[in-house]
């Protein structure tokens, strides 16, 4: 039977997992660089080892509130642009789940979460939903915006 591997993490109360072999690493809070007129979901740029990275906001990203005194872990994964970290609240294990059992996102989800899924496993006593990488780096729309606000 068809298994597959996912590196999870939690923002907020969502629980979600990345496939193994598109995690370059995970590490602590970095110091970041703020990106001047950026969305608002991009939090810098990280020196990771001399390759510059873009960290995304996931909580930005999804529209969650902000939290205090927060401090976020990294995991940054190899997109077709390069490396991107996602900031995340808290890492999880890395986790093998059947293929059989991967489901569509549940009508019940809404907003910004059900934009970056592609689908959920059910596990015991709670949901992995898995991240499209691709949508949840994508600030394209957010981007456009505030160029269309500075140019005004």
Request: proline fraction near 3%; include cysteine.
């Amino acid at each position: 039977m068809a298994s597959q591997q996912f590196c999870t993490f939690s923002v907020d109360q969502l629980f979600f997992g990345v496939k193994v072999l598109q995690v370059q690493e995970v590490i602590r809070l970095q110091t970041m660089t703020v990106v001047p007129q950026a969305s608002s979901m991009v939090r810098g740029l990280i020196n990771l080892r001399g390759q510059i990275v873009t960290a995304i906001d996931l909580r930005r990203r999804l529209h969650l509130p902000d939290r205090e005194n927060w401090e976020p872990m990294n995991v940054v994964i190899q997109t077709d642009e390069g490396a991107v970290s996602l900031l995340v609240d808290e890492i999880g294990d890395v986790l093998e789940v059947s293929d059989d059992v991967l489901e569509s996102p549940p009508t019940t989800l809404k907003g910004k979460v059900k934009e970056v899924i592609t689908g959920v496993y059910k596990l015991e006593g709670r949901l992995l939903l898995v991240l499209d990488t691709a949508k949840a780096i994508s600030v394209g729309e957010s981007t456009s915006k505030n160029k269309e606000e500075a140019a005004a």
